[in-house]
């Protein structure tokens, strides 16, 4: 199964915390023996008109095979829980075509996820708009 590495920063002097995100990424991958692709992310996560994660959408979406996407935590996948793009997201994992993997949450989410993951995810997107 193919993954998607998302390494995300909010602005451009957070460059670099992205490497370590990378690292995480990449070696989390290679310890599942994922066959992945990474693709690094530099806008924010709370304002509306992402670019490049609509762009990380397409791709999820024109790929024809079931994918994981993969976060270091879930502060790099959104801020905004209303987003259209995390809402695209959400359907996608409930209906089987991607997991969701947050390494250091801990936290996989696939359709089969059970209402206290989906709860442990939405409580983490609302933490990360706290912040």
């Keep these: 199964m193919k993954a998607y590495l998302i390494a995300r920063v ?3 002097d957070q460059a670099d915390a992205i490497k ?4 995480k990424l ?9 066959d992945c692709e ?4 530099k806008e924010s996560a709370y304002k ?3 670019k490049v994660f609509a762009e990380v959408i397409d791709i999820l979406v024109n790929d024809p095979n079931e994918c994981i996407v993969i976060f270091d935590k879930i502060d790099r996948y959104t ?12 359907d996608m994992c409930r209906s089987g075509k ?14 089969h996820s ?11 997107i609302s933490s990360a708009q706290y912040i």
């Design 20 to 23: 370590g995100q990378v690292y």
């Design 26 to 34: 990449q070696d989390y991958a290679q310890s599942k023996n994922f």
């Design 114 to 124: 059970s209402a206290s993951e989906h709860f442990q995810l939405n409580i983490g």
């Design 79 to 90: 801020r905004n829980s209303n987003s259209q793009e995390v809402m695209q997201i959400n």
């Design 38 to 41: 990474l693709i690094e992310v």
């Design 98 to 111: 991607i997991e969701l993997h947050f390494i250091s949450d801990h936290l996989f989410i696939n359709q």
């Design 10 to 12: 909010s602005t451009l």
């Design 48 to 50: 509306k008109n992402r």
